[in-house]
């Protein structure tokens, strides 16, 4: 039992570790935005029409902190519902990497290309229809609070206050990932296979469910049931697109986004389930 909780504890700490140079830097520009951007709705507006897009391609970069700096700047007003769940979708994390290392350099391109597709189409599906009125109001100026997040911020360095907003959210980061990777290491993946119905059009949909655990851990543990030939490709591509890590941790952390994270949630896992059930109806 020590070993897996050491196991769980030292794969925590890694996810954490990468991820925390991206958040201080996505805090640290959310601070100068507090302060430099009140008066620029309008630049705001013009960027929501290519929102879906840059948050796609955004999220296809292979990296766990991405979602999280994400959700960081929705929690804050500076991006739409529509364009963060392109983010989600996009978000791979440590699949790509392990696609090319076991030699399936052909998955790996045809698992970006449809991944990429899933979240601009999805991304502007929401933008036109459920998310419409919310990005109409994302016109109105933004109330930010980074600069005095807390009851005893006031009158802190700006430095101060970006490098313990940063440690704050490391920290719960890292409570919760020990957590989930604790249940992982003690359910095993045979067991995670066997639930996840081989062959069938509701793997996707079951898949889908699996990454909306939030860990970065999940990526790998879906590529290599993949590989192993446990899902097919649809059931990877719904798992991975849900797969956002550390983004719904930070979504249900900050008060400024929790009451909107829900319906982010539940349309990140509509549009991958769905795009799950396409892929396995045209490649399995």
């Not at 601009?120 to 990005?135: C, D, E, K, S």
């Amino acid at each position: 039992m020590a070993h897996i909780l050491l196991h769980a504890l030292t794969h925590s700490l890694e996810d954490v570790v990468k991820s925390a140079p991206i958040l201080l830097i996505v805090y640290a520009v959310l601070y100068w935005l507090e302060h430099k951007m009140r008066a620029a709705p309008g630049l705001m507006e013009k960027a929501q029409r290519v929102g879906p897009v840059i948050g796609a391609l955004a999220g296809s970069i292979p990296q766990c902190g991405f979602s999280a700096a994400a959700s960081a700047l929705f929690a804050e007003g500076f991006l739409s519902p529509a364009t963060l769940v392109a983010v989600f979708l996009a978000t791979s994390d440590e699949a790509l990497p392990l696609l090319l290392s076991a030699g399936a350099t052909g998955q790996a391109v045809q698992l970006f290309a449809v991944k990429l597709a899933v979240a601009i189409v999805g991304g502007y599906l929401l933008q036109w229809t459920v998310f419409h009125r919310a990005r109409q109001a994302q016109s109105n100026p933004v109330d930010l609070d980074i600069s005095h997040h807390g009851d005893h911020c006031c009158g802190r360095p700006a430095l101060l206050s970006i490098v313990l907003r940063t440690v704050q959210t490391c920290l719960f980061l890292l409570g919760v990932m020990v957590v989930i990777n604790l249940a992982v290491e003690l359910v095993g993946e045979d067991a995670i296979s066997s639930f996840l119905l081989g062959g069938s059009l509701l793997q996707p949909v079951l898949c889908a469910c699996i990454g909306l655990i939030p860990s970065c851990a999940i990526s790998v543990l879906l590529t290599q049931l993949y590989l192993s030939g446990a899902i097919g490709f649809g059931g990877l591509v719904a798992g991975l697109s849900t797969g956002a890590g550390f983004g719904y941790m930070i979504l249900l952390r900050e008060k400024s986004s929790r009451k909107r994270a829900f319906p982010v949630i539940a349309a990140t896992w509509v549009i991958a389930s769905l795009g799950g059930i396409l892929c396995q109806l045209i490649w399995n």
